[in-house]
C-alpha cells in the first residue's frame, strides 16, 4: 500500500534557528495537505499543495510540492516557540478518497 | 461552532471488555473518518464513511466496527478490547473527499488493561 514517511522524525532547534521537513511517498500523490499538532492537541489543517511544483507561503512557513509529486517540504524562518508541534503531511493517490498520513515530524524549539 | 466533539475523553478498559466512542459534528460534513494515533508511526485511518448509512474498511480495521445511522454522527465500536488497541483516537470530518481539509476532535484516550 501506499507509504509515506517524514524526516527527521525529531528536530530540536534554539529560537531563531530555521526548520525543515521533508515527506515523501512510496506513489505519485494527487495532492498534498499539511496538518500541525501541538502537544497534547489535535491536528489542525495548515496547507493543500495540487500542482507539481507548487510553492506556498504562509508567513514563516514555506511549503513545496515536488516536481514528481512525490515529495513535499515544510521550512520554518526562525523559529519561535509558538511552533513547537508535530508536523504531519497527508498524501492522496489517484482517484482516492482517503488521506495516508506521514510519520510525522515533532519540533522542539529552545529560548 | 463546536465542530468535531468526541466523546469520552478519556477511558480506560479491562481486556475483553467492549464500548463505543461517539464522534459528532455541526458542520454538514458528508465525510467522516476514525485514526488512531501511536507513537511514531502518524495517524491510521480505521474506517471512514462517504455518507449517511455508508461505511468502508481503512488501513487498520480489525477488532473494530462503525456505524454512520446519521450523517451527523460517526460510532466507533470495539467489541472486545486488546491490550493493543490502547490509544489515542481522532475522529475527523470533511466536505467532500481528497482535496478538501479535515477537521479533527479533540481526540479519546483509551486504555486497555
Known amino acids: 500500500g501506499q507509504q509515506v514517511m517524514q524526516i527527521p522524525q525529531y528536530q530540536h532547534v534554539q529560537e531563531g534557528e530555521d526548520f525543515t521537513t521533508y515527506c515523501n511517498s512510496s506513489?505519485?500523490?494527487?495532492?498534498i495537505q499539511w496538518y500541525k499538532q501541538r502537544p497534547g492537541g489535535h491536528p489542525v489543517f495548515l496547507i493543500q499543495?495540487?500542482?507539481?511544483?507548487e510553492v506556498k507561503k504562509q508567513k514563516r512557513l514555506t511549503f513545496q510540492f515536488g516536481e514528481a509529486k512525490k515529495n513535499s517540504s515544510l521550512h520554518i524562518t526562525a523559529t519561535q516557540t509558538t511552533d513547537v508541534g508535530t508536523y504531519f503531511c497527508?498524501?492522496?493517490?489517484?482517484?482516492?478518497?482517503?488521506?495516508?498520513f506521514g510519520t510525522g515530524t515533532q519540533l522542539k524549539v529552545e529560548l | 461552532n463546536a465542530g468535531v466533539t468526541q466523546t469520552p475523553k478519556f477511558r480506560v478498559l479491562k481486556t475483553g471488555q467492549s464500548m463505543t466512542l461517539l464522534c459528532a459534528q455541526d458542520?454538514?460534513?458528508?465525510?467522516m473518518y476514525w485514526y488512531r494515533q501511536d507513537p511514531g508511526m502518524g495517524l491510521r485511518l480505521i474506517h471512514y464513511?462517504?455518507?449517511?448509512?455508508?461505511?468502508a474498511k481503512g488501513e487498520v480495521p480489525d477488532g473494530y466496527n462503525v456505524s454512520r445511522l446519521k450523517k451527523q454522527n460517526f460510532l466507533l465500536g470495539l467489541e472486545s478490547a486488546a491490550p493493543s488497541q490502547t490509544s489515542v483516537y481522532f475522529c475527523?470530518?470533511?466536505?467532500?473527499?481528497?482535496?478538501?481539509?479535515?477537521?479533527f476532535g479533540d481526540g479519546t484516550r483509551l486504555s486497555i488493561l
Open positions: 475527523a470530518s470533511s466536505r467532500g473527499n481528497r482535496n478538501q481539509p479535515q477537521h
Open positions: 506513489t505519485t500523490l494527487s495532492n
Open positions: 499543495l495540487v500542482k507539481s511544483g
Open positions: 497527508a498524501g492522496v493517490t489517484g482517484g482516492g478518497n482517503k488521506l495516508t
Open positions: 458542520m454538514n460534513h458528508e465525510y
Open positions: 464513511s462517504v455518507g449517511e448509512g455508508t461505511t
